[in-house]
């Protein structure tokens, strides 16, 4: 993969290295950006010609990174100070952990459900059918988390995700087949696979500024062209694991 040869080439920055990836946007966000941004030598901008999705496009994004450690993080989630710090000293002191991340929490101060265990259909119909109780059930199961550290989880949702650049390359980072939602959970299905640890640091709390995609009724099916996405990606994560015990797939 390109992700790997240009890992060959790197050097460690010693500085914050800084990889805007625009897809494609329809605004002229990125033009002012790069008349902010232009002169800044630790910031890349990388513009794509057509909406590529979400994992395609931070494939295209890591290829150009130089650092031992790699941060996905979207543009609408804002870091508290030392939250990167603290991240990044939990990951440098465990060997044995593939990917951490943080708590998000909406702008209303509602937790979003971000890590979890790997769900099954049954699941995600229940999500779908009563969302309250859904949420209400997380919100149950995060306030004994919140006494602990750090929490093994099967999966975390890709907002903001932090791991080691060689393991993303190694894995040859998220599925392209997924256009949009469950490139993460299978992004850390298969870290799990590969014996690394997924970690939910709860204690870390960044803000989600954008209200969630994917969890409205299962009405929205025929009126959100985002839900018809997610469900479009369930149907290829439930196909490609459909056999999964501890099985061996390409990783």
Same mark, same amino acid.
């Given at each position: 993969?390109?992700?790997?040869?240009?890992?060959?080439?790197?050097?460690?920055?010693?500085?914050? =290295?800084?990889?805007?990836?625009?897809?494609?946007?329809?605004? =002229?966000?990125?033009?002012?950006?790069?008349?902010?941004?232009?002169?800044?030598?630790?910031?890349?901008?990388?513009?794509?010609?057509?909406?590529?999705?979400? #994992?395609?496009?931070?494939?295209?994004?890591?290829?150009?990174?130089?650092?031992?450690?790699?941060?996905?993080?979207?543009?609408?989630?804002?870091?508290?100070?030392?939250? /990167?710090?603290? !991240?990044?000293?939990?990951?440098?002191? +465990? &060997?044995?952990?593939?990917?951490?991340?943080?708590?998000? *929490?909406?702008?209303?101060?509602?937790?979003?459900?971000?890590?979890?265990?790997?769900?099954?259909?049954?699941?995600?119909? $229940?999500?779908? /059918?009563?969302?309250?109780? %859904?949420?209400?059930?997380?919100?149950?199961? +995060?306030?004994?988390? @919140?006494?602990?550290?750090?929490?093994? *989880?099967?999966? !975390?949702? #890709?907002?903001? /995700?932090?791991?080691?650049? &060689?393991?993303?390359?190694?894995?040859?980072?998220?599925? =392209?087949?997924?256009?949009?939602?469950?490139?993460?959970?299978?992004?850390?299905?298969?870290?799990?696979?590969?014996? $690394?640890?997924? *970690?939910?640091?709860?204690?870390?709390?960044?803000?989600?500024?954008?209200?969630?995609?994917?969890?409205?009724?299962?009405?929205?099916?025929?009126?959100?062209?985002?839900?018809?996405? +997610?469900?479009?990606?369930? @149907?290829?994560?439930? %196909?490609? %694991?459909?056999?999964?015990?501890?099985?061996?797939?390409?990783?």
């Amino acid at each position: 993969m390109r992700c790997v040869e240009a890992l060959q080439k790197q050097t460690i920055a010693d500085q914050i =290295e800084i990889i805007v990836i625009d897809n494609h946007s329809e605004d =002229e966000s990125i033009g002012w950006f790069r008349g902010q941004f232009r002169s800044k030598p630790n910031v890349r901008i990388v513009e794509q010609r057509a909406n590529l999705g979400y #994992g395609r496009a931070n494939n295209n994004g890591a290829t150009f990174a130089r650092g031992e450690y790699l941060l996905i993080l979207n543009p609408d989630n804002t870091l508290p100070p030392n939250a /990167l710090r603290e !991240m990044l000293e939990f990951l440098q002191s +465990h &060997d044995d952990v593939g990917i951490v991340g943080p708590a998000l *929490v909406y702008g209303d101060g509602t937790l979003r459900p971000s890590a979890r265990q790997f769900p099954t259909i049954r699941d995600l119909l $229940k999500k779908r /059918l009563f969302p309250s109780r %859904w949420q209400e059930n997380f919100d149950a199961e +995060h306030r004994d988390w @919140m006494q602990q550290q750090y929490v093994d *989880v099967d999966w !975390m949702v #890709g907002a903001c /995700l932090l791991m080691r650049t &060689d393991h993303f390359c190694f894995l040859n980072g998220f599925d =392209e087949r997924f256009f949009l939602f469950f490139e993460d959970m299978d992004l850390c299905r298969r870290t799990k696979i590969l014996g $690394k640890r997924v *970690v939910y640091l709860p204690q870390i709390k960044v803000l989600d500024g954008k209200e969630r995609l994917s969890g409205s009724s299962i009405f929205s099916l025929f009126t959100r062209k985002t839900t018809r996405i +997610h469900l479009a990606s369930a @149907m290829k994560y439930f %196909w490609k %694991w459909r056999t999964m015990t501890n099985k061996r797939v390409n990783v």
